[in-house]
């Protein structure tokens, strides 16, 4: 099942992939450390994003590849674009048994309007809350994603140009036009020269 619908069950957003892969040792070390400085799932949550957020570059950003697709590669090399970040963090939160999706936006890199891209991000489910959509983009100036339950903080905010949407549904597993894109580029520049971009 590729996208769960607007009310998926938490239950399928906990396995392993071939981009969300969390059997990785790296990833799973990674994922258990972040859950031994201890506190609720929700505390284990943020843990998971603030470290996605933060010491993940995003490849944008600092002007550098690889390109990386699998939450195994982004924290290999330290750096990925949104998707990818977005990949990793899934992974983070399935390895500690917390449900993780992955969501889209369709933004305008125009002014104001077309072309557009899609920019990702993730759904994790909080026991008291549902599912809370959550941005490891990585902040800068202009940029402040949060982790502040129930108040969403994400990276973007939607403007009023019509061609700009949330794309509906938490995804189990990437877009695969994320996905080609990532996995057919060989430098940043490329991927830069041709997001990827979806209307559903």
Known sequence: ??????????????????HIDFGYPEVRATAHRLAARGGSRQDI?????????????????VRRGPVTCSASSVLRNGVGFCYAKSHLLAALLRANGIPA????????????????????????????????????????????????PPREALAFSLGDDPGEADLPGIWVEPLPVVVEVLTRSASFEEVLAGLPDSEA
């Open 1 to 18: 099942m590729d996208n769960a619908g607007l009310h998926p069950d938490p239950r399928d957003y906990l396995g392993a992939s071939r």
């Open 45 to 61: 949550a943020r843990a998971c994003f603030e470290f996605v957020r933060d010491e993940i570059a995003h490849s944008a950003d």
């Open 101 to 148: 999706g992955l969501c889209y936006q369709r933004l305008a890199t125009g002014d104001p309007r077309a072309p557009y891209c899609l920019h990702g991000l993730n759904a994790v489910w909080l026991d008291d809350i549902g599912w809370y959509r959550i941005d490891p983009r990585g902040n800068k100036p202009g940029v402040d994603a949060q982790f502040d």
